[in-house]
Nanobody, 116 residues
Framework: QVQLVESGGGLIQAGGSLRLSCAAS????????MGWYRQPPGKQRELVAR???????HYADSVKGRFTISRDNAKNTVYLQMNSLRPEDTAVYFC??????????WGQGTQVTVSS
């Protein structure tokens, strides 16, 4: 099993910045990618950004140019730097780790609220 612990959410004004962190522990061998998803109020969970072991990244169109995902493999930690935040970025943000391209693990989620 993989345990994921997120931190860094909070309340921020539009235009501000936040940095989310997610630390993985447990059976971390075999993790091939980590990423961030979000679930806005009343909506489905959606991919925000993803990074592979090799550093390849993928972003949702809505966050390109504003959010940056990075990873410290030695610490099994993934980060999401969020700049120029908008009210529509308000959501619960979930950390994800994929293991052996098959098994998905989730954090408990952290609330990000952007006020206008």
């Amino acid at each position: 099993q993989v345990q994921l612990v997120e931190s860094g959410g909070g309340l921020i004004q539009a235009g501000g910045s936040l940095r989310l962190s997610c630390a993985a522990s447990g059976s971390t061998s075999g993790i091939n990618a980590m990423g961030w998803y979000r679930q806005p109020p009343g909506k489905q969970r959606e991919l925000v950004a993803r990074i592979s072991n090799g550093g390849s990244t993928h972003y949702a169109d809505s966050v390109k140019g504003r959010f940056t995902i990075s990873r410290d493999n030695a610490k099994n930690t993934v980060y999401l730097q969020m700049n120029s935040l908008r009210p529509e970025d308000t959501a619960v943000y979930f950390c994800n780790a994929q293991r052996y391209f098959t098994y998905d693990y989730w954090g408990q989620g952290t609330q990000v609220t952007v006020s206008s």
